[in-house]
């Protein structure tokens, strides 16, 4: 429901990153400033130039007006000191020419060394505000919540992260350098014309519109075409993405070809809204430069018809040339403002998706009553809980309504989709009941401190889950200040022990691509000696369900012994094992509890359990 955003909107966004690097980007306008007018300021020497050149034929120059700025500067002060030079064998005219020369190439020593400084430090504001913006924007989806993320398409995310971020680089690199700089020439050419011509500069400006009104007119669209491909880009990273990470289900059923299709059409879309795009930019190009031509040429014929026919205009041969080539130079840098104008607006839809990410609003934040929490004294009550994903199947979790007693064990079993997860990841915190209610020992969930209850809940997911660190960075995840002793402490609780020693770095191996890769069973025990250091006695666990060889397992079952050892412990189970263990067993199914109770019970009652129960064990 976002109308497509105004430059301003995109300008005043990003104006908070450019504050803070004020300093630099005074220095870069003092710079620019510089450049610009050194720049032109070596126009002012084609007066002289053309006196000298004129003079020597026997022409008389002295123009009917003559008395512009540049035709007083020239004839008072610039002409008397070039007749007075004289180097050598060289007599005056010539010693002129040669001090002009001088005089042109220090002034393009100082403007070009001001324009090295004023080019790096536009393009590395950029940079840097770039890298603030993206730092805020990860910053920002980390707080957001895991609903958002399982929610928005992955792809889109990515994109908007990598190849909008960039974009919006450009168009801050353009805005600093080019947006700054060419309106800073055209001042100053201005200047040069109006110091040579002041009536003739006069009559341009009123061309000015001219050249600028297309670009208003264009630039809005080019806007919005650029969005439209960037959604597009968008959508094809999503469609690669979800491809890959689907590889094995694609090669099993052989839906290569399928999955080829479907991203040839998504690539088609991005190329058809390109398209789209660039006629776009090309129209207002084309526009600029038809009106900014015939523009130039009406102006300059209308100047000389009144200057013949009505009244004199130019006030010399000297200063008319430079006015001339002064007006190309305006009209070259209009030109080149406008091409930048259309690239900045062509990425300013891609700043604005990034800022749509910075603008969805991150988890609920903690209540100021949010009571703090230590540890559960009495139980867990699931009321009536309810959770539907929005996603138009029906609750994940129907009516939910569940006992957990402190120091129980707690077995989820059911089949895939029935829910399980969901109900572990209520008591995480990732998701909020759609309806009904948690509490614990009495008080809602929700009004809980997330750090306080997070800090007492360890989590121990299905697929172990290692960071590119060190075996000691990995371990003491949930809990950063740990001295090595606690560290090694827990890994020998996890069935490290062994395993260590075995590593000549010890706990500085570094696990992931960069060191040793770490077996299944290896790095399952990593994360349950994570869960132990954390010390948290309510333990979610999603048992893994990848074979191991029997020895792994039963280390990894060892170890998860050790860490169930007086906490409180809600379980995914799809082993026998941990099944029978535990005090109670909920098997769900669809999202609603059909069966509770324990191993032996629910045995007798020959339900689903029952059922399940003899396929698995094979009786
Ligand atoms: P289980 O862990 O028992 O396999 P889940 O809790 O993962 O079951 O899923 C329960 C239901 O919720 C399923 O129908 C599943 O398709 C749906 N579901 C799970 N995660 C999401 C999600 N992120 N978005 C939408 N629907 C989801």
């Not at 007066?47 to 009917?64: Q, T, Y």
């Not at 959508?235 to 094995?248: C, D, E, K, P, V």
């Not at 200057?307 to 000297?318: E, K, N, Q, R, Y």
């Given at each position: 429901?976002?109308?497509?955003?105004?430059?301003?909107?995109?300008?005043?966004?990003?104006?908070?990153?450019?504050?803070?690097?004020?300093?630099?980007?005074?220095?870069?306008?003092?710079?620019?400033?510089?450049?610009?007018?050194?720049?032109?300021a070596?126009l002012v020497f084609i007066h002289p130039?053309?006196d000298?050149?004129?003079?020597?034929?026997?022409?008389?120059?002295?123009?009917?007006?003559g008395d512009s700025f540049l035709d007083k500067l020239s004839s008072e002060q610039i002409e008397p000191w070039l007749?007075?030079?004289?180097?050598?064998?060289?007599?005056?005219?010539?010693?002129?020419?040669?001090?002009?020369?001088?005089l042109?190439?220090?002034?393009?020593?100082?403007?070009?060394?001001?324009?090295?400084?004023?080019?790096?430090?536009?393009?590395?504001?950029?940079?840097?505000?770039?890298?603030?913006?993206?730092?805020?924007?990860?910053?920002?989806?980390?707080?957001?919540?895991?609903?958002?993320?399982?929610?928005?398409?992955?792809?889109?995310?990515?994109?908007?992260?990598?190849?909008?971020?960039?974009?919006?680089?450009?168009?801050?690199?353009?805005?600093?350098?080019?947006?700054?700089?060419?309106?800073?020439?055209?001042?100053?050419?201005?200047l040069v014309?109006w110091a040579a011509?002041p009536?003739?500069?006069?009559?341009?400006?009123?061309?000015?519109?001219?050249?600028?009104?297309?670009?208003?007119?264009?630039?809005?669209?080019?806007?919005?075409?650029?969005?439209?491909?960037?959604?597009?880009?968008?959508?094809?990273?999503?469609?690669?993405?979800?491809?890959?990470?689907?590889?094995?289900?694609?090669?099993?059923?052989?839906?290569?070809?399928?999955?080829?299709?479907?991203?040839?059409?998504?690539?088609?879309?991005?190329?058809?809204?390109?398209?789209?795009?660039?006629?776009?930019?090309?129209?207002?190009?084309?526009?600029?430069?038809?009106?900014?031509?015939?523009?130039?040429?009406?102006?300059?014929?209308?100047?000389?018809?009144?200057?013949?026919?009505?009244?004199?205009?130019?006030s010399g041969?000297g200063t008319?040339?430079v006015?001339?080539?002064?007006?190309?130079?305006?009209?070259?840098?209009?030109?080149?403002?406008?091409?930048?104008?259309?690239?900045?607006?062509?990425?300013?839809?891609?700043?604005?998706?990034?800022?749509?990410?910075?603008?969805?609003?991150?988890?609920?934040?903690?209540?100021?009553?949010?009571?703090?929490?230590?540890?559960?004294?009495?139980?867990?009550?699931?009321?009536?809980?309810?959770?539907?994903?929005?996603?138009?199947?029906?609750?994940?979790?129907?009516?939910?309504?569940?006992?957990?007693?402190?120091?129980?064990?707690?077995?989820?079993?059911?089949?895939?989709?029935?829910?399980?997860?969901?109900?572990?990841?209520?008591?995480?915190?990732?998701?909020?009941?759609?309806?009904?209610?948690?509490?614990?020992?009495?008080?809602?969930?929700?009004?809980?401190?997330?750090?306080?209850?997070?800090?007492?809940?360890?989590?121990?997911?299905?697929?172990?889950?290692?960071?590119?660190?060190?075996?000691?960075?990995?371990?003491?995840?949930?809990?950063?200040?740990?001295?090595?002793?606690?560290?090694?402490?827990?890994?020998?609780?996890?069935?490290?022990?062994?395993?260590?020693?075995?590593?000549?770095?010890?706990?500085?191996?570094?696990?992931?691509?960069?060191?040793?890769?770490?077996?299944?069973?290896?790095?399952?025990?990593?994360?349950?000696?994570?869960?132990?250091?954390?010390?948290?006695?309510?333990?979610?666990?999603?048992?893994?369900?990848?074979?191991?060889?029997?020895?792994?397992?039963?280390?990894?079952?060892?170890?998860?012994?050790?860490?169930?050892?007086?906490?409180?412990?809600?379980?995914?189970?799809?082993?026998?094992?941990?099944?029978?263990?535990?005090?109670?067993?909920?098997?769900?199914?669809?999202?609603?509890?059909?069966?509770?109770?324990?191993?032996?019970?629910?045995?007798?009652?020959?339900?689903?359990?029952?059922?399940?129960?003899?396929?698995?064990?094979?009786?």
């Amino acid at each position: 429901a976002m109308g497509p955003p105004t430059f301003r909107e995109t300008v005043s966004r990003l104006w908070p990153y450019l504050v803070k690097r004020k300093v630099a980007a005074l220095g870069m306008l003092g710079l620019g400033v510089v450049a610009a007018l050194g720049a032109k300021a070596t126009l002012v020497f084609i007066h002289p130039f053309v006196d000298l050149l004129f003079r020597e034929k026997g022409d008389s120059l002295e123009g009917e007006g003559g008395d512009s700025f540049l035709d007083k500067l020239s004839s008072e002060q610039i002409e008397p000191w070039l007749d007075s030079l004289q180097y050598g064998d060289l007599a005056p005219p010539l010693s002129g020419v040669l001090a002009l020369v001088g005089l042109m190439a220090g002034l393009a020593l100082v403007f070009s060394i001001a324009q090295y400084f004023f080019l790096r430090l536009s393009r590395m504001i950029g940079v840097w505000m770039v890298a603030d913006l993206r730092q805020d924007l990860t910053s920002h989806v980390l707080k957001l919540d895991v609903t958002f993320h399982s929610k928005r398409r992955l792809g889109d995310l990515v994109s908007r992260v990598t190849a909008d971020v960039g974009a919006t680089l450009r168009t801050l690199q353009l805005l600093l350098g080019e947006i700054v700089q060419e309106p800073l020439h055209l001042f100053a050419t201005f200047l040069v014309a109006w110091a040579a011509e002041p009536t003739a500069t006069l009559g341009m400006v009123i061309f000015i519109p001219v050249v600028a009104f297309p670009v208003a007119k264009l630039g809005p669209r080019i806007k919005r075409r650029s969005a439209r491909s960037q959604e597009k880009l968008g959508a094809t990273n999503h469609s690669l993405l979800q491809m890959l990470s689907g590889i094995r289900v694609v090669k099993a059923f052989r839906a290569e070809e399928r999955e080829a299709a479907n991203y040839r059409r998504y690539n088609q879309e991005f190329v058809g809204q390109t398209d789209r795009m660039v006629r776009a930019q090309a129209a207002s190009q084309a526009v600029t430069l038809f009106a900014s031509q015939g523009g130039a040429g009406l102006a300059l014929g209308a100047l000389v018809f009144v200057d013949l026919a009505v009244t004199p205009i130019f006030s010399g041969p000297g200063t008319m040339t430079v006015f001339f080539v002064a007006v190309a130079s305006m009209f070259a840098h209009a030109k080149r403002i406008t091409k930048s104008m259309n690239e900045v607006f062509a990425s300013l839809g891609a700043a604005q998706r990034v800022f749509e990410v910075l603008d969805i609003e991150p988890e609920t934040p903690d209540s100021a009553e949010a009571a703090p929490f230590n540890g559960v004294k009495s139980s867990i009550q699931f009321e009536n809980v309810t959770f539907d994903y929005g996603a138009g199947e029906g609750p994940a979790l129907d009516d939910v309504s569940l006992t957990i007693k402190r120091g129980e064990r707690i077995a989820l079993v059911g089949p895939s989709g029935a829910g399980k997860s969901t109900l572990l990841d209520l008591l995480g915190r990732f998701h909020s009941p759609t309806s009904g209610r948690i509490f614990v020992d009495g008080h809602p969930l929700d009004d809980i401190r997330r750090s306080d209850w997070l800090t007492n809940v360890s989590l121990v997911p299905q697929d172990p889950f290692l960071f590119q660190d060190s075996i000691r960075e990995n371990v003491r995840y949930g809990k950063p200040d740990a001295g090595d002793e606690e560290v090694l402490e827990a890994c020998q609780a996890a069935q490290l022990g062994s395993f260590l020693q075995s590593l000549p770095d010890g706990l500085d191996t570094q696990v992931g691509e960069a060191g040793a890769r770490l077996s299944g069973g290896q790095a399952q025990r990593v994360t349950i000696a994570r869960a132990f250091l954390q010390g948290a006695d309510l333990l979610l666990l999603d048992e893994a369900t990848s074979a191991l060889d029997s020895e792994a397992e039963q280390k990894v079952q060892a170890a998860l012994a050790n860490l169930m050892k007086g906490r409180t412990v809600v379980a995914i189970a799809h082993r026998l094992g941990t099944v029978k263990g535990s005090d109670r067993i909920v098997v769900l199914n669809s999202g609603k509890i059909a069966e509770i109770g324990s191993h032996e019970t629910l045995l007798k009652d020959s339900g689903n359990y029952s059922r399940m129960w003899a396929l698995q064990s094979g009786q």
